[in-house]
């Protein structure tokens, strides 16, 4: 992963006048301009059909746009296929879905597909996925066949692929989606051990109350560009989420009522949990 870096330095990601549309339909994205900053979480917001894959996928180099650049470190991406090579290297996509990304017999073997295929040799190999294994608590179903895992470890294993190509950053498509409560935590937890560690994440969510809590930035998107910002401050604008077709989120009216009631301090952050919520009002 990049090293440290705090947020507000130099976009690491960047999209400049980007068009994109699929086969006969009308363009998804014209005129697309935005910017991923360096470290943390960008949370890409939107409705159902709003975009939000398929802007991860141009950010990661799955789709090629149709007019504009993306650049990385400030250096837009070169066309044909090495461009796009080098851009999914250095930006790794982790699907929604983790059967659309698993395809090898063993976890090990998986994990182990980017690196090997990037031609690394055996030990760096190796040395990268035991790393990425660890990281996310995989080393006991190292060996263990792909298909036979939950859901949710099938998830890891997706992610662990992804973090095994030491990407500058990693885009991540719902990572959420689908797990239980505790497996959501448990998601949450680990994607906090690589922020800690200066990974930059994008991660698409519904979740307007997650990304309040979680995200440092949002874009919101709907066929295009509504808002982007401080996820603070995004998020509690009413107006912003009824053109993005979002419901409120809970987070702003909770912090609202607790300043109005002075149980939260100027400057002071509000709960991002039920229990610190509970122990505030304790
Ligand atoms: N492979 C494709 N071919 C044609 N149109 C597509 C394709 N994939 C997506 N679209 C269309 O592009 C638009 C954006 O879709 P996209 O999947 O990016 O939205 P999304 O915000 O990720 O939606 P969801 O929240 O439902 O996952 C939609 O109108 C969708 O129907």
């Not at 014209?30 to 890409?44: I, M, S, W």
């Not at 917001?45 to 746009?65: E, F, I």
């Not at 659309?100 to 073997?109: G, Y």
């Not at 300043?259 to 100027?266: C, F």
């Amino acid at each position: 992963m990049t090293p440290a870096t705090a947020t507000g330095t130099a976009p690491v990601l960047a999209v400049r006048d980007l068009e994109f549309g699929y086969a006969d339909a009308p363009p998804v994205f014209r005129g697309l301009e935005l910017e991923v900053p360096t470290g943390g979480v960008l949370a890409v917001l939107g409705p159902n059909g709003g975009g939000k894959t398929t802007l991860l996928r141009l950010l990661a180099g799955s789709l090629a746009p149709k007019r504009g650049r993306v650049l990385v470190d400030g250096e837009p991406v070169r066309p044909g296929r090495r461009g796009a090579a080098d851009l999914r290297r250095r930006v790794q996509l982790v699907f929604q879905d983790p059967d659309d990304q698993l395809f090898s017999a063993s976890v090990r073997q998986d994990v182990s597909f980017g690196p090997v295929n990037q031609g690394l040799d055996r030990r760096e190999a190796a040395e990268r996925v035991d790393g990425a294994l660890a990281a996310l608590g995989l080393e006991g179903l190292a060996d263990r066949p792909v298909h036979l895992l939950s859901y949710g470890q099938r998830k890891r294993v997706a992610l662990a692929g992804a973090l095994a190509m030491r990407p500058s950053v990693l885009v991540l498509d719902e990572p959420t989606a689908g797990l239980d409560p505790m497996g959501v935590e448990a998601m949450l937890e680990t994607l906090d051990g690589l922020r800690a560690g200066g990974a930059t994440l994008v991660v698409s969510t519904h979740d307007v109350d997650l990304a309040y809590r979680w995200a440092e930035r949002v874009a919101l998107i709907d066929h295009g560009l509504l808002a982007e910002g401080a996820a603070r401050r995004v998020l509690a604008d009413r107006d912003l989420l009824s053109a993005a077709r979002l419901r409120p989120a809970w987070g702003p009216a909770v912090e609202r009522t607790l300043r109005k009631a002075g149980l939260l301090a100027e400057g002071e952050e509000p709960p991002s949990t039920p229990e610190e919520l509970a122990a505030l009002l304790r």
